[in-house]
């Protein structure tokens, strides 16, 4: 075996000296200085890359649904089509409306007259309007004309919510056409992005990383969260127009976020644990 030959001066030595060296020449901050601007480039880019995300997809969803999608829709379906509701279940909550309607002005019907104090006086009744409410002969017109009225009324509110509908299923597809564009045409900068912020995330001390791993975790799959998720949906299937049939959505709330902690943790063993194996152990103990 060769052995190393040992100069006149010792290595040590002449690292001490190079580094005072680079002292005296003001060389040391010059990797500083890069690994800041590197910093401060990697942060810059993240925003830019997340308004660009956020806002784009969101202002290309504003002018198509304002500009393109509801004026053709509105077209398409006053002129194209002669139907009113989109589905069954806003058929039924106009009829819904028009009994409640119909209840109100029987009730109304029968209580002005006490109002008036003519509590002796003999009211005559008959059938003016379809359903089980019937209303006195005296105000019968009058009732017809609310009748009517309230009929168009909402016979231009359904319509219209079944526009929206519509409109708000063709926008959403094209912010969501926009968004996947710029995940296409935007690899390096949403890579630079996603490596910022899992160091951000790796830079926090044990204890904040588990807090917000549990806080994410409780909203989404805790005890509370299946009501929060019911609302989510119901949501979702109102501002597309579809019918919200319960036995759907509690398959979607009973499905949806264990398929969200399964792939949490799957995340937690296959990369946290191996990168910060202390945050883990940490996680484990407040969960417990």
Do not use: C
Request: cysteine-free.
């Amino acid at each position: 075996m060769e052995l190393e030959r040992i100069g006149l001066i010792p290595r040590s030595m002449i690292r001490i000296m190079d580094r005072f060296y680079q002292q005296l020449s003001g060389s040391t901050g010059d990797p500083l200085v890069k690994q800041f601007r590197f910093s401060k480039y990697l942060l810059l880019t993240t925003l830019k890359s997340l308004w660009i995300l956020i806002l784009v997809p969101l202002f290309i969803n504003f002018l198509s649904k304002n500009y393109l999608f509801r004026p053709l829709t509105e077209y398409f379906w006053n002129q194209k089509q002669a139907e009113i509701f989109l589905n069954f279940e806003l058929q039924e909550r106009a009829f819904e409306e028009i009994r409640d309607f119909e209840e109100k002005m029987y009730f109304e019907s029968l209580v002005q007259p006490l109002a008036l104090g003519e509590e002796n006086q003999s009211i005559e009744v008959h059938s003016v309007m379809p359903g089980y409410a019937s209303l006195p002969q005296e105000s019968s017109l009058i009732a017809e004309q609310n009748f009517e009225q309230k009929m168009t009324e909402l016979a231009k509110h359904y319509n219209q919510q079944s526009i929206e509908a519509i409109t708000n299923l063709l926008a959403d597809l094209m912010g969501l056409a926009t968004l996947g564009f710029l995940f296409v045409n935007m690899k390096m900068s949403i890579v630079n992005t996603t490596a910022f912020l899992f160091e951000s995330f790796f830079s926090l001390n044990d204890s904040k990383k588990s807090f917000l791993m549990l806080l994410f975790t409780d909203l989404l799959v805790g005890f509370h969260s299946p009501r929060g998720w019911e609302v989510i949906f119901q949501f979702i299937f109102a501002h597309f127009g579809l019918p919200e049939n319960e036995n759907v959505i509690f398959l979607l709330v009973g499905t949806f976020p264990v398929l969200l902690d399964v792939l949490f943790k799957y995340w937690i063993f296959r990369h946290l644990n191996r990168h910060s194996p202390a945050t883990v152990a940490t996680y484990q103990s407040m969960v417990e």
